[in-house]
């Protein structure tokens, strides 16, 4: 059974950092592509960032470029997502999606994931 654990959100402050981390079990990291999606209260699903963890290409949405990074420990199985610079508007929940077969361009542009997270919440205070 393939389960993917978000932890790391909470509250912080303008111009804070947070760490997210996803645990995945089940499924191996390294032949996939894996991702941070966000919603926010009464707002669609939105990529953060996508990776495929092979070759290492990354993507970002341009409000967080320059201010997030996606990374893997695939000796852990872990997904993270550092965040740099955070801003109110980065308050949402924030899930972790998986795309067993390394489809970076179908997970990133159709949010097409094997596996998703129960997701975990991010506040940012002005």
């Known amino acids: 059974q393939v389960k993917l654990v978000e932890s790391g959100g909470g509250l912080a402050e303008s111009g804070g950092s947070l760490r997210l981390s996803c645990a995945a079990s089940?499924?191996?990291?390294?032949?996939?592509?894996v991702g941070w999606f966000r919603q926010a209260p009464g707002k669609e699903r939105e990529r953060v960032a996508g990776l495929h963890v092979r070759d290492d290409s990354a993507y970002y949405t341009d409000s967080v470029r320059g201010r997030f990074t996606i990374s893997t420990d695939n000796a852990k199985n872990m997904v993270y997502l550092q965040m740099n610079g955070l801003k109110p508007e980065d308050t949402a929940v924030y899930y972790c999606?998986?795309?067993?077969?390394?489809?970076?361009?179908?997970?990133?542009?159709?949010?097409?994931?094997?596996?998703w997270g129960q997701g975990t919440q991010v506040t940012v205070s002005s």
């Open positions: 999606a998986v795309n067993r077969r390394g489809w970076l361009l179908k997970l990133w542009q159709r949010h097409e994931a094997d596996y």
């Open positions: 089940g499924v191996t990291l390294a032949s996939s592509a």
